[in-house]
């Protein structure tokens, strides 16, 4: 029998109730301590077996993992003792950063426009025929305000198979001659364009053969405009001009019969206002009165066609100058230069048959397009060199008074007053 008092409940010698009780009083202040609602504690882990890890959550309650509350794995509200709240699959998707994506495509954008253009660039200046030395040129006059071009179509045939003579009219004479001449001034007043018929009687001056070096005396020898040009080329054409005008030459620009005709229907065609019908066998040509779209067949017809005019050369020198700057109109608009299916074909076609001085950069043949736009727009004025009448071998006198007036006024880049034929 046990010497311990009966009110221990057979208890051992440290309190404990026997089969692991517990004595109430104990219980009782347990319980008390824990908080009221709290279940009973759980039950001491058997020996030998290693105690699960336990944590107390927000509510004073200790917690294990889902194994042991009761939670499946890979449930809804929550998965495994890895996975994140909200289950197996990944949470909801982040908004996107539409700042930051509308960046770096235009970032993208602007990166690929400026690689275009620069290659563009380049493939264009490598295609200009810069074959004109104006440093050729002797006894130049001084230069003034703003930029001067000699604009010239040639009746070149160069690279135009039989067939193509044919088609457009244009004979198979050899070498090539001044089919037109214009003088573009570009300035901060308005821009000027001067057609020069090619009839104009001038003065060959003392000049440097192009080819030779050879100096040649003048002698006061007169002959027509495009005279000049036959004799010894481009140089001697702008040397002449500057000599009977005072006017500096800056840039000088010439395209041939066939160059012009691609380019016209590179941009597929030009629209033209033409007041009255007309024919010229020569030519070509056969238009009826009225707004209408020209291939580079009848552009061609158009702007060399003299015959049929009772003004001659007058008139076809106003009607050169109107469809020029048509085409420059055309040709410098979003259509054409946003669009790279006509952008290329357009520059090709004009670059490979267009010939340029020395110094001619892409932006100066761009200044030059664009100022003829200007003048299609009413921003400048286009007129004929001034003529007093025919001179005694009957080629075009020019109005010395007002040739003077107008190269003055070229000069200073004031508005010009003076008007032509």
Known sequence: M????????????????????????????????RGPGAGPRPSAPSRGVPSQPTYTDGYGEDAHDGYNTGQVYGS????????????????????????????????????????????????????????????????RPDGGAGTNYLIVGSDSREGMSAEEKKKLHTGSAEGKRTDSMMILHVGDNGN?????????????????????????????????????????????????????????????????????AKIVDAVGGVEMDIPKAFKDKKSGADFQAGKQT?????????????????????????????????????????????????????????????????????????????????ITGGDGKSMNMPISGNAANGNLQWDTAKVKTLVNELKNDEKVTVSGN
């Not at 221990?8 to 008390?32: I, K, L, T």
């Not at 994506?101 to 200009?128: H, N, Q």
């Not at 050879?214 to 481009?234: C, H, I, M, S």
């Not at 005019?309 to 109109?329: C, V």
């Open 294 to 374: 020209l291939n580079g067949e009848q552009a061609l017809a158009f702007v060399r066609t003299r015959y049929a005019f009772a003004g001659s050369d007058l008139d076809r020198t106003k009607n050169q100058q109107k469809f020029l700057a048509a085409l420059a109109s055309q040709t410098a608009t979003p259509s054409t230069i946003l669009n790279p299916f006509k952008l290329y074909p357009t520059l090709g076609s004009g670059l490979d048959t267009l010939t340029v001085d020395k110094d001619m950069s892409l932006w100066d043949l761009a200044s030059m397009f664009w100022a003829m736009k200007g």
């Open 2 to 33: 046990s010497d311990w008092p009966q009110g221990h409940n057979g208890g051992d010698r440290h309190g404990r109730g026997s089969a692991g009780a517990e004595p109430e009083g104990a219980r009782v202040m347990r319980q008390v301590q």
């Open 76 to 139: 809804p509200g929550g998965g495994g003792p890895h996975e994140p709240p909200g289950g197996r699959g990944r949470g909801p998707r982040p908004a996107p950063n539409w700042r930051r994506r509308i960046k770096w495509t235009a970032i993208t954008v602007v990166t690929v426009l400026v690689v275009v253009s620069v290659g563009t660039y380049f493939w264009a200046d490598s295609k200009l025929k810069r074959e004109v030395d104006l440093s050729k040129v002797i006894d």
């Open 192 to 260: 000027t364009m001067i057609s020069l018929p090619r009839d104009s009687n001038v003065t060959i001056p003392t000049f440097k053969g192009s080819e030779s070096g050879k100096t040649f005396q003048g002698t006061g020898r007169q002959v027509k405009l495009n005279a000049a040009y036959a004799e010894d080329g481009p140089e001697l054409l702008v040397r002449t001009v500057e000599a009977n005008t005072g006017l500096r030459i800056d840039h000088y620009a010439e395209i041939g019969f066939g160059g012009f």
